[in-house]
């Protein structure tokens, strides 16, 4: 366990990502909740595999890591040659984007890098690392007002059930979702469930680590109990994060996040997705076009069917897209958007 994990507070939750002069520090998450092992990443690739090999995870937290990224690889470049580190990094930031294709904040993180790098004149790392730890910062202050604006949607509820892990461990700090349940805990939102999240058991293995570090109580269901859980009465909620938004509010998330949004229609159960503005892609007009990350099959076939002679094979894409008229509401840290459409997005980006 975390050393410090008794003094953690709700202002103070776990942090999986932490700068430091060698690099990147990563908390490995393949480890939790069994061990908390901390691991410093001094080069570009070895934070592109901590990306891809999911030691790092969590749209949020994906882009935050690539922007720190982004100044071990110009630490090394500018060091190689001074005068040709703005060409040659170009080959570092595609190793980035390449190392998972559905969370669009890797993407929105390295072209804000980019273009920080177009301005830079001489050593790029004192300007680079401020540009990654700025985007660090707001990702958190970002949580945080999502936290409470999402809380005061929730006022009135007693049960809420939430997906995936979208905490600390996902974001720069306090999470998007889970930081929504955070603070409806503390206003009387006292029923808090977590799903399994299977294959990779993100809501087994890391939410319900991350609640019970701050001492709030939840209990844990498997995917396939949502439905009954709506249908008991139990939840009037579901909170859930996002990895892409559409322009028209169609959202990209944890393969199962589209179930869970039709069951919670057919219960009259609300449906809320919370995530920054970094999450939306204004670019991509709707679900239909997001890019589906599919992963191993050895995620999901158990080992004696991964014979060569098994005729058995797996399909495991890790993300679904859940239709905008299936959420009630967005929550980002520029507001509200109730009813999801491409018009009522459009004012999240008016008010820029
Ligand atoms: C604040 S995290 C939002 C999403 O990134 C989260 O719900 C999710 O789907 C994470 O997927 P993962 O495959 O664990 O990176």
Same mark, same amino acid.
């Given at each position: 366990m975390l050393s410090s994990s008794s003094s953690m507070s709700f202002q103070d939750t776990v942090r999986a990502l932490e700068w430091c002069e060698?690099?990147? /520090?990563?908390?490995?998450?393949?480890?939790?909740?069994?061990?908390?092992?901390?691991?410093?990443? &001094?080069?570009? #690739?070895?934070?592109?595999? @901590?990306?891809?090999?999911?030691? +790092?995870? &969590? @749209?949020?937290?994906?882009?935050?890591?690539?922007? *720190?990224?982004?100044? $071990?690889?110009? #630490?090394?470049? *500018? /060091?190689?040659?001074?005068?040709?580190?703005?060409?040659?990094?170009?080959?570092? $930031?595609?190793?980035?984007? &390449?190392?998972?294709?559905?969370?669009?904040?890797?993407?929105?993180?390295?072209? /804000?890098?980019?273009?920080? %790098? #177009? @301005?830079?004149d001489g050593n790029p790392e004192p300007r680079l690392l401020q540009t990654a730890?700025? %985007?660090?910062?707001?990702?958190?202050?970002?949580?945080?007002?999502?936290?409470?604006?999402?809380?005061?949607? $929730?006022?009135?509820? !007693?049960? +809420? $059930?939430?997906?995936? !892990?979208?905490?600390?461990?996902?974001?720069?700090?306090?999470?998007?979702?889970?930081?929504?349940? /955070?603070?409806? *805990?503390?206003?009387?939102?006292?029923?808090?469930?977590?799903?399994?999240? #299977?294959p990779w058991l993100q809501g087994a293995r890391l939410t319900v680590w991350e609640l019970e570090q701050d001492g709030i109580p939840a209990t844990l269901v498997a995917d396939s109990a949502a439905a009954y859980l709506m249908k008991t009465g139990a939840i009037q909620w579901i909170a859930v994060g996002a990895d892409r938004i559409a322009a028209n509010g169609d959202t990209a998330n944890k393969i199962g996040t589209y179930a869970l949004a039709v069951a919670a229609r057919h219960h009259g159960v609300k449906f809320m997705v919370v995530a920054p503005t970094s999450t939306i892609d204004w670019r991509t007009e709707t679900g239909a076009s997001i890019k589906i990350e599919e992963r191993e099959q050895r995620e999901l076939l158990n080992d004696y069917f991964l014979r060569p002679d098994s005729v058995i094979t797996a399909w495991n894409p890790v993300f679904d897209v859940t239709p905008a008229e299936l959420i009630d509401c967005i929550v980002t840290e520029r507001g509200v958007v109730w009813n999801p459409d491409r018009q009522a997005m459009m004012a999240l980006a008016d008010a820029r």
């Open positions: 060698q690099g990147l /520090r990563v908390l490995d998450q393949r480890r939790l909740p069994s061990a908390v092992e901390y691991q410093t990443f &001094g080069s570009v #690739r070895g934070v592109a595999e @901590a990306i891809s090999s999911m030691r +790092v995870r &969590g @749209a949020p937290a994906i882009g935050i890591a690539a922007a *720190y990224g982004v100044v $071990l690889a110009a #630490r090394q470049r *500018y /060091r190689e040659n001074p005068d040709t580190w703005k060409e040659t990094i170009e080959a570092d $930031l595609a190793e980035l984007a &390449g190392s998972r294709p559905t969370a669009v904040n890797l993407f929105w993180a390295l072209d /804000r890098m980019r273009s920080e %790098i #177009r @301005a830079i730890r700025i %985007i660090h910062d707001e990702d958190i202050a970002a949580n945080r007002k999502m936290g409470e604006l999402g809380a005061s949607v $929730l006022v009135g509820a !007693n049960g +809420v $059930l939430t997906h995936c !892990n979208t905490g600390s461990l996902a974001t720069g700090g306090y999470g998007t979702a889970l930081g929504v349940v /955070r603070s409806a *805990y503390r206003q009387g939102v006292t029923r808090i469930f977590a799903t399994e999240t #299977r």
